[in-house]
Antibody, heavy 113, light 107 residues
Framework: EVMLVESGGGLVKPGGSLKLSCAAS????????MSWVRQTPEKRLEWVAT????????YYPDSVKGRFTISRDNAKNTLYLQMSSLRSEDTAMYYC??????WGQGTTLTVSS | QIVLTQSPAIMSASLGERVTMTCTAS???????LHWYQQKPGSSPKLWIY???NLASGVPARFSGSGSGTSYSLTISSMEAEDAATYYC????????FGGGTKLEIK
């Protein structure tokens, strides 16, 4: 069974940083591109980042480019999202996903002073 | 980026009623790269229909999807209680974007 378990969310002040993790199991992690998708409090879904299976290629929308960094450790079957210069509009539930089929249960980030 | 507009934003249907919701793209999307997700409160989105018209595993046959170019739709032939949820369309023809969702309620 494919499982994606996110962790690392929390309350952060504007301008702060945080790193999310996603532990993957039930499939050959190193064979798949992985992504982060967030859902805002208004329930809007936004793609945040994608990384290729080997980690060489990363993709971001303009809204997070230069502030967020996606990475992976295929030996540990773990996906990461390093977030910096956080803004209130980054407040959301962050999902780890093997798009399009599998999503984790999410971890919540709140950016507030 | 390609903007996906879903309508209606909220709708209600009686049990047994036929339901149709639409997803309109700001520019043409390959039908292979247009998917639908179902989300219920407290749960993550689930892939529901992929590549416009293919039902994901476990999705009841009363669901169907169609469309091409900039216009796509999801149809339920006969509404059941378990279908109450929010449905999102998603494209990755160019970058990745999601529609704003259609919340389907029981009347």
């Amino acid at each position: 069974e494919v499982m994606l378990v996110e962790s690392g969310g929390g309350l952060v002040k504007p301008g702060g940083s945080l790193k999310l993790s996603c532990a993957a199991s039930g499939f050959t992690f190193s064979s798949y591109a992985m992504s982060w998708v967030r859902q805002t409090p208004e329930k809007r879904l936004e793609w945040v980042a994608t990384i290729s299976s080997g980690g060489s290629y990363t993709y971001y929308p303009d809204s997070v480019k230069g502030r967020f960094t996606i990475s992976r450790d295929n030996a540990k079957n773990t996906l990461y999202l390093q977030m910096s210069s956080l803004r209130s509009e980054d407040t959301a539930m962050y999902y780890c996903a093997r798009l399009e089929s599998y999503w984790g249960q999410g971890t919540t980030l709140t950016v507030s002073s | 980026q390609i903007v996906l507009t879903q309508s209606p934003a909220i709708m209600s249907a009686s049990l047994g009623e036929r339901v149709t919701m639409t997803c309109t793209a700001s520019s043409s999307v390959s039908s292979s790269y247009l998917h639908w997700y179902q989300q219920k409160p407290g749960s993550s989105p689930k892939l529901w229909i992929y590549s416009t018209s293919n039902l994901a595993s476990g999705v009841p046959a009363r669901f169907s999807g169609s469309g091409s170019g900039t216009s796509y739709s999801l149809t339920i032939s006969s509404m059941e209680a378990e279908d109450a949820a929010t449905y999102y369309c998603h494209q990755y023809h160019r970058s990745r974007t999601f529609g704003g969702g259609t919340k389907l309620e029981i009347k």
